[in-house]
């Protein structure tokens, strides 16, 4: 019973332009949710993150938009450089849990 | 500083063996995570220390599975009777002292494969 969903196992997106990746989550009890970018070989890393009382945090590049009532989250990278090629999770937590549920994965790949 | 490492970075067994993988968190690092993540999918919750103590232990898939943070540094996730299935890669994370806005470190990972 995946609990976090990232439909879209991959994207193409030209260099330049915004790359969107989105994530849906089934529990309304998450209240933090978490992007992580991973390369080949190495582990996930951090990437940005937002709770549940904002609706949009940005980070440079990167934004965050959380849509409760839809329980969708999305991160947009504008613009897309070619070192943004990586897997991407989105990955959720419950206030009362440390641990983290990950969604599936998206690999991003940009085109120069 | 020095990241989260994890040793070896490959493991080759044979069904039936036991393994032992191991993990050392960023130095001064409370919170210690097993994670698994089989392919094609997103890293699986396995286990959570804080300090010394197993505070959420309820990802280990079943009672082959165990491991320990004598100490509160290192930690060793033991599987043991190793079947095909457990074949994955194993990352470990560590965090400051937890709290809702925190951020996991994670290591590399051990890739275990089961023959």
């Known amino acids: 019973d995946q609990q976090v969903k990232q439909n879209s196992p991959s994207l193409s997106v030209q260099e330049g332009r915004i790359s969107i990746l989105n994530c849906d989550y089934t529990?309304?009890?998450?209240?933090?949710f978490l992007w992580y970018k991973k390369y080949p070989a190495e582990g996930p890393t951090f990437l940005i993150s937002i709770s549940s009382i904002k609706d949009k945090n940005e980070d440079g590049r990167f934004t965050v938009f959380l849509n409760k009532s839809a329980k969708h989250l999305s991160l947009h990278i504008v613009p897309s450089q070619p070192g943004d090629s990586a897997v991407y999770f989105c990955a959720v937590r419950s206030g009362g849990a440390q641990k983290l549920v990950f969604g599936q994965g998206t690999r991003l790949t940009i085109n120069p | 500083g020095a990241g989260v490492s994890q040793t070896p970075s490959n493991k080759v067994t044979e069904k039936g063996k036991y393994v032992e993988l191991r993990c050392d968190p960023i130095?001064?690092?409370?919170?210690l995570y097993w994670y698994r993540q089989s392919l094609g999918q997103g890293p699986e919750f396995l286990i959570y220390f804080q300090g010394t103590g197993a505070a959420d232990d309820s990802g280990l898939p079943n009672d082959r599975f165990f491991a320990v943070r004598p100490e509160g540094s290192v930690s060793t996730l033991k599987i043991q009777r190793t079947e095909r299935g457990d074949s994955a890669v194993y990352l470990c994370a560590s965090s400051t002292t937890p709290g809702l806005a925190h951020e996991q470190f994670f290591g590399p990972g051990t890739r275990l494969t089961v023959l």
């Open positions: 130095s001064g690092h409370t919170a």
């Open positions: 529990n309304s009890m998450f209240d933090y």
